[in-house]
């Protein structure tokens, strides 16, 4: 394409990826360098904004003015199915102040660094156990299924007080949900399927002391059936695709980087600033964060109008050589902290303190369980989570 | 901002109604930030850090989410 052809065309998102399947699409980085803030086409052929920069869309973030309620006039949707999951009872995710912040406090305790500290050796004993399992008596296996969507599969069961024998159907749901392909009646079936099981979930608990998270919401008695279940769906499947599949891209990376991972061998004191650099490197939360002006505002010196839908490209943000030196280089062992893979400002990630330390766990454990960990495919037939909200691989056969 | 190299005593204020309870201070700077047990929001457990952790808490400011924190030069 030409420099002449990109003023006159809009461009369409999600944009594809270009030849490096760790990179953003090339346009994303195109448009931050040229055109910051952009009109971008959806798939409906409506046109909304689309902010590239680190500085912008931290600014954007913390901006009152945008709101992530899903029914306000112009919010963007990237399918029909996504509007479905936007404005079919989201939770607190698709809400604005006060109404999120008094829905989140009811869960901010649970997330508190301290108390995911405590669950340090829980999460690594269970990892320990997955390990021991994926490699009894054989030399190779698919780390997605085997490893990758159960650890934290099992830890988020243990937190909500959801059975784990339930996983192969809570997933199916997540799968559903998660997928551009869905259709908007797909995706509706799929959430009230899931919010009956966690309201009966629920319900049976209502009359037993169990400490964990939907007992608690039950007998706090300020929630409705629907809300509980609603914030339940929310916990179940944030809490276990966004982990699973940055397990399993941080170490495709790793092993695509074999001088970083023997870095990260060498010096298990970096394993925290690793964590920290895969989640800006890969930033699975790839299609842009989605908020509407609610009123008229003024961002990277473009005018926004409200009733006007934006898209935050994280993915760029997390490339952008002004926020981080030699953005596109993996670097174990840089300063990664500002990266905005867990969002920015009142929505920021609830589950972050514990994803992290899922994520040093499992690296940890996978790193240096298996010294001669290797890719059992040829890196080009690894199927990539494109058409995923969340991005990773849908499969990765590993060998040691 | 004030800066944390500055040899003057420095405080640092942290607004409860702010906080969304996503522990990037605890994280980056415990000694001086810690989140309480009920409602998971920011404490702070110095107000007058010492020089030592002066650079931490200044990276906790600025990595928090809901701009809840601040530094401010102590006036009296
Ligand atoms: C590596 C793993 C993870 C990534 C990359 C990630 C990413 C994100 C991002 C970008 C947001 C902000 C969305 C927005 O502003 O529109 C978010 C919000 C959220 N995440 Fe995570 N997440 C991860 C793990 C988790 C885990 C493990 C849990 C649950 C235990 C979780 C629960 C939530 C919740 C409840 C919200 C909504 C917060 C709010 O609206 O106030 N996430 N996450
Ligand atoms: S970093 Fe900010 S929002 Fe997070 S716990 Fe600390 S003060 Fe609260």
């Given at each position: 394409m030409t420099l002449a052809d990109q003023s006159t065309e809009v461009l369409a998102v999600p944009a594809s990826r270009g030849?490096?399947?760790?990179?953003?699409?090339p346009a994303y980085d195109q448009a931050r360098e040229h055109n910051p803030v952009s009109r971008v086409q959806l798939f409906d052929g409506s046109s909304v904004w689309m902010l590239t920069r680190h500085q912008d869309i931290r600014t954007a973030l913390q901006d009152h003015r945008l709101s992530a309620d899903g029914t306000k006039p112009g919010f963007p949707f990237l399918s029909p199915g996504r509007r479905q999951l936007g404005t079919q009872s989201a939770s607190f995710i698709r809400m604005d102040d006060p109404e999120h912040a008094r829905l989140r406090r009811m869960l901010t305790s649970d997330f508190i660094i301290k108390r995911v500290e405590s669950l340090r050796p829980q999460v690594t004993a269970i990892a320990s156990d997955l390990l021991d399992t994926m490699t009894r008596g054989k030399n190779h296996a698919d780390l997605v299924t085997e490893f990758a969507f159960p650890l934290p599969s099992l830890v988020i069961c243990l937190l909500l007080g959801v059975p784990y024998e339930d996983h192969a159907y809570f997933q199916k749901q997540s799968h559903i949900l998660l997928s551009a392909a869905s259709s908007a009646e797909q995706v509706r079936v799929a959430r009230d399927d899931l919010n009956d099981y966690i309201k009966n979930l629920a319900e049976s608990k209502r009359d037993r002391d169990d400490e964990d998270i939907i007992s608690r919401l039950i007998h706090r008695d300020e929630l409705t059936p629907d809300e509980i279940a609603t914030m339940g769906t929310l916990l179940l499947v944030a809490g276990h695709e966004t982990t699973a599949n940055m397990t399993s891209l941080s170490i495709l990376t790793l092993l695509r980087n074999p001088d970083q991972l023997k870095r990260l061998r060498e010096d298990p004191g970096l394993i925290r600033g690793a964590v920290e650099e895969m989640l800006r490197y890969l930033s699975i939360i790839h299609q842009g964060l989605a908020r509407t002006a609610v009123e008229d505002l003024e961002i990277g010196g473009q005018r926004i109008r409200a009733g006007e839908g934006v898209l935050l490209m994280i993915n760029a943000a997390n490339r952008d050589h002004e926020a981080f030196p030699d953005a596109d280089a993996v670097d174990v062992g840089r300063d990664a902290r500002r990266h905005l893979a867990f969002g920015?400002?009142?929505?920021?990630?609830?589950?972050q303190p514990l994803a992290r330390a899922e994520l040093q766990i499992a690296l940890d454990v996978l790193i240096n369980g298996l010294p001669n960990l290797r890719l059992a495919t040829p890196f080009e037939e690894i199927p990539f989570r494109d058409d995923m909200l969340v991005y990773g691989v849908h499969s990765l056969p590993i060998a040691w | 901002m004030v800066s944390p190299a500055e040899d003057v005593k420095l405080r640092v204020v942290a607004d409860r109604s702010k906080c969304m309870g996503a522990g990037m201070c605890a994280l980056n700077a415990p000694e001086v930030f810690d989140q309480d047990e009920q409602e998971g929001l920011v404490v702070v457990l110095e107000p007058e850090p010492s020089a030592e952790h002066r650079y931490a808490v200044r990276d906790a400011v600025n990595l928090c989410p809901a701009s809840a924190l601040r530094f401010e030069k102590d006036e009296a």
């Open positions: 030849a490096c399947p760790f990179d953003p699409p920015f400002g009142v929505h920021q990630c609830l589950g | -």
